[in-house]
């Protein structure tokens, strides 16, 4: 089935939600709640017109497992066409939804040719199909919708006026250290303080009971995720199939809805404060020998920035 956002199962992502309305509960659980052995879908989310004339396909995906972290080298199993294999794809792939994960630049007389991304996971081969068609040309507010910032056909002039903020590597964005040592990451973040920032009331002290508002113990209303808004930023292992620990732990760049979690989409997450100087640093260690891409994300709740670095991890010196 040819599509512009990727399938679940046969349905359109834009049909998701309707799917998990219309079948039975527990049938949609057992489709949607899987720990690990899942499949991963690649999604065509939209495309974006550049100042050149040419445009940009974004793509996401979808990993079904709540746990299993996957890794699928560039290759007949992960690959793009038409042009080379590797066009900037992940080859380390997060749990959940990731959405406008990488671009893949076209011409501008692209015309009415498809991008296809085809990705093999357990043996499930599957493709997302990049399209110029205007039903899928992103916006600001698009963007902000689909990751929750915003309901679906909600527009506002805050959201209107709202642009991406920008994130830099400071340093070399090219390095090299060895298994077991820590490597310091700064990143520079520069934003307009859109969409402003609605700070939750601190939590009681640990001896108190926490007290939930009437809003935090009312069921969701809304089809789309919502999420917390506020700026941070949180790098993630884009290429590589090792573990990779970060210290402090980055806030999650996909849609983890469980409470509790480190993530903007979570139920009770409280966004920290942004450092002063708006540079933000983070430890890194590798397990394992390999070369790997982290991506940082720049994210004020709405838009996003991105930047990488690229690391060559050796094996750990031995000494006598």
């Not at 903007?264 to 942004?274: A, G, Q, T």
């Amino acid at each position: 089935m040819r599509h512009g956002q990727g399938t679940l199962g046969g349905v359109v992502w834009a049909g998701l939600v309707a799917m998990a309305v219309v079948m039975p509960s527990q049938q949609a659980s057992a489709q949607l709640a899987y720990q690990t052995g899942q499949n991963i879908s690649p999604a065509f989310e939209g495309w974006e017109a550049n100042e050149d004339g040419s445009f940009s396909m974004v793509f996401g995906y979808m990993n079904r497992n709540w746990l299993e972290q996957l890794d699928v080298p560039v290759g007949a199993e992960n690959n793009i066409s038409p042009g080379p294999a590797d066009q900037g794809q992940p080859t380390h792939f997060l749990q959940r939804r990731n959405r406008y994960v990488f671009k893949v630049r076209v011409p501008a007389d692209f015309g009415d040719q498809e991008l296809v991304w085809t990705l093999t996971t357990q043996g499930i081969t599957q493709a997302a199909y990049g399209t110029l068609k205007l039903d899928y040309k992103l916006d600001y507010n698009v963007i902000a919708s689909e990751t929750g910032a915003l309901s679906i056909g909600i527009s506002t002039e805050e959201s209107r006026a709202n642009r991406p903020p920008t994130v830099s590597v400071v340093g070399d964005p090219v390095r090299t250290t060895q298994v077991g040592e820590q490597v310091t990451l700064v990143a520079r973040v520069i934003d307009d303080g859109l969409p402003s920032v609605r700070r939750r009331p601190a939590r009681p002290p640990s001896d108190e009971t926490p007290r939930l508002s009437a809003t935090q113990l009312r069921p969701p209303s809304r089809f789309t995720v919502e999420k917390v808004i506020g700026l941070h930023l949180s790098w993630f292992v884009m290429r590589g199939d090792s573990d990779v620990m970060f210290d402090p732990p980055q806030i999650k760049t996909w849609e983890d809805t469980r409470t509790g979690a480190n993530s903007p989409w979570s139920p009770l997450f409280s966004m920290p404060e942004p450092p002063e100087n708006g540079e933000w640093t983070v430890q890194v260690t590798f397990d394992e020998p390999g070369t790997y891409v982290l991506r940082g994300r720049a994210d004020d709740g709405g838009l996003y920035g991105d930047t990488d670095v690229r690391i060559t991890v050796t094996p750990a010196t031995a000494f006598e």
